[in-house]
């Protein structure tokens, strides 16, 4: 596959965005990367418009500044298209960014919207931290990734590659809606010809309270009102031994459905589980009467959280866009992508996590569980970090940063790595009712008496 990619970052050769697409040059050799640095500038050539002719994916890298992207880039785009518009819409484009992860949002909905604005098709992003390239599992994520996106620019349309794959088709809307029901039903058919195991779930079976705000979940790791409604119930229906799960609905005043919002919001009892790593999530929603805004607005709530139905929406109201997802879902599933944590974040569990610790507001066992994870440990001041003074410090201090990287480059081996690992049901369900824990009997002294006897013995020996 002819790949053509535009770097728009200003440092160009000492880009780390671009030493992460060497990477790729040289696991996927088979593949021909066209890398055009084409950092600061806002015009294009005709020679940047031969290679859009020629490639059969244009990849856009770049990181981004001021928490936005960056206007050299929007600008060229813009030029490119008032030249080579024709040729643009009928390329596939997709946005690789080096900022970390939920900063990258904005900028790639800035670019999606661009994209989408002009008719021109693109794939889902993948937004990683810089020094991701790395590490074992930044150079894996970026390998599932772009093995994803050259199958998805293939046409790449299979089935699910084994018979263990279970699918949850969860139904959200707040009402009887026949277009969800429909869509639904279609989610149903299709993953089910794809040779997964299919259970469609309504969420309006259930009685699901909404939360009080008490913190129950972070004093006792459980939400007070498991005993007292359906929620663990509809919990373990949608989650337990679940691959894929399809959250089918639609938005109201441009938020998801009440019923929705009330069972995603007493998901923080578990803020310490894992248990949405490996799992697919996916949000088809029904876009008729709805505002551009309030789907902007949805992708970013989606983006930011993970357990908002993941990163990706459509309209339910056009079947080509349902069995689109569930082919995406099928590539997913088989190129063992872990969704919770590729694309925009490090998963739910760890920032419920941190938000525990920020309240300050844990039950006794919780201070070791977190310093095991590194959630009390502070931030150390390196002391090789030397001021830069110069343009020519700035030079240094670039090329200096570019030795790890590219050692990486150089030992990369010239094939993919099996990255086949796929973690199944995720264990045992979460604790969802309070256990009480005994009570500790103390002497005056604050030792029970047998410990006290006891280290008495062991003076004595």
Not at 85 to 113: A, P, R
Not at 202 to 225: E, F, M, P
Request: proline residues 3%; aromatic residues 10%; negative net charge.
């Amino acid at each position: 596959m002819n790949v053509t990619v535009f770097s728009f970052s200003p440092k160009n050769e000492t880009s780390i965005t671009y030493q992460s697409v060497l990477y790729l040059q040289k696991v996927f050799a088979e593949d021909c990367f066209d890398i055009r640095l084409v950092g600061g500038k806002c015009e294009c050539s005709d020679d940047d418009g031969a290679a859009l002719e020629k490639g059969d994916l244009i990849m856009l890298i770049t990181s981004l500044f001021h928490f936005s992207v960056p206007h050299q880039m929007m600008m060229f785009l813009d030029d490119l298209y008032e030249k080579f518009g024709d040729i643009m819409k009928k390329k596939t484009f997709v946005l690789y960014s080096t900022s970390g992860k939920i900063m990258d949002i904005t900028m790639q909905g800035y670019v999606e919207n661009f994209l989408d604005n002009h008719g021109i098709g693109y794939e889902r992003p993948l937004s990683q931290f810089d020094v991701s390239i790395l590490s074992d599992n930044g150079r894996k994520e970026i390998i599932r990734w772009f093995k994803f996106i050259k199958e998805r620019v293939s046409g790449s349309d299979g089935k699910f590659k084994d018979d263990k794959c279970r699918a949850v088709v969860f139904d959200v809307s707040d009402g009887d809606d026949p277009r969800v029901s429909a869509a639904a039903e279609k989610a149903e058919k299709l993953l089910a010809e794809k040779g997964a195991s299919v259970s469609r779930v309504n969420i309006r079976d259930y009685k699901i309270l909404g939360c009080t705000a008490c913190y129950s979940c972070y004093t006792n790791c459980v939400c007070c009102l498991n005993k007292a409604d359906d929620w663990a119930r509809c919990f373990e229906d949608v989650m337990k031994d679940t691959d894929i799960i399809f959250y089918v609905g639609r938005l109201e005043n441009g938020l998801i459905g009440h019923r929705h919002k009330a069972w995603l919001d007493r998901q923080v009892q578990f803020g310490r589980h894992p248990y949405y790593r490996e799992k697919i999530f996916d949000f088809l929603v029904d876009t008729e009467g709805t505002s551009a805004n309030d789907m902007n607005m949805l992708k970013i709530h989606t983006a930011a959280m993970n357990g908002f139905g993941g990163d990706v929406t459509c309209c339910i109201g056009d079947v080509d866009e349902v069995e689109d997802h569930i082919r995406t879902a099928v590539l997913i599933y088989n190129n063992e992508m872990i969704h919770s944590e590729d694309f925009y974040g490090v998963g739910v569990d760890l920032k419920f996590q941190r938000l525990a610790v920020e309240i300050q507001n844990l039950t006794p066992a919780d201070y070791e569980y977190y310093k095991a994870a590194g959630a009390y440990k502070p931030m150390e001041i390196n002391p090789n970090i030397v001021p830069v003074n110069s343009p020519e410090d700035a030079v240094r201090v670039k090329k200096g940063r570019l030795i790890p990287y590219r050692a990486v480059i150089m030992d990369a081996e010239g094939s993919v790595p099996d990255v086949s690992v796929r973690v199944r049901n995720n264990g045992p369900m979460p604790q969802m009712e309070y256990v009480k824990p005994k009570p500790k009997k103390l002497s005056l002294f604050g030792k029970k008496k047998n410990d006290r006897l006891s280290s008495q013995v062991q003076q004595n020996h």
